[in-house]
């Protein structure tokens, strides 16, 4: 662990309708849910408050690939949102491949007796927890920061 880098981070798994978002403790052993935010205009300052809030080190921003690993409509809206996060939250946004966070999302709940309606509103920080508890033990084995890094200049493909 002597190579992992200290400090919170921010798990942000980016939907259509609404974007869930976890955070880790400052020595990156476990994930947790901290909120559902609609997906609106006001998206991408709630997350810059947030990553401020829990004085995140990184926001960690799943990019949904398809299973051969290319992109799709998601992915470039994940790919621009994690650009504007970029611009805006003055921390370090990386992307993360995060292929079946939510299918895994929906199986936990299933497991916990949940249907996927009454999972809706917390479905989203459900997948954020993965995708950033998936990032953190990356790191931790590897020695290396997970995914891309977003630069705040770099326009979206």
Do not use: C
């Not at 993965?130 to 590897?142: C, F, M, P, Y």
């Amino acid at each position: 662990m002597s190579d992992f880098r200290r400090g919170a981070r921010l798990g942000v798994d980016v939907g259509q309708a609404r974007v869930g978002v976890a955070r880790s403790d400052p020595d990156g052993l476990l994930a947790t849910p901290i909120e559902t935010v609609p997906r609106n205009d006001g998206s991408v300052a709630r997350i810059a408050a947030l990553a401020e809030e829990y004085d995140a080190v990184e926001v960690l921003v799943g990019l949904p690939l398809n299973l051969r690993g290319e992109d799709t409509a998601s992915t470039r809206d994940s790919r621009a949102f994690a650009a504007a996060l970029a611009r805006s939250a003055g921390v370090a946004v990386r992307l993360v491949d995060e292929r079946l966070s939510t299918v895994s999302a929906h199986a936990v709940l299933r497991q916990a007796g949940r249907s996927q309606k009454s999972s809706r509103g917390i479905v989203d920080q459900i997948a954020a927890v993965i995708l950033l508890q998936n990032a953190l033990d990356v790191e931790k084995r590897t020695g290396t920061a997970p995914g891309t890094p977003v630069h705040p200049d770099e326009e979206p493909d």
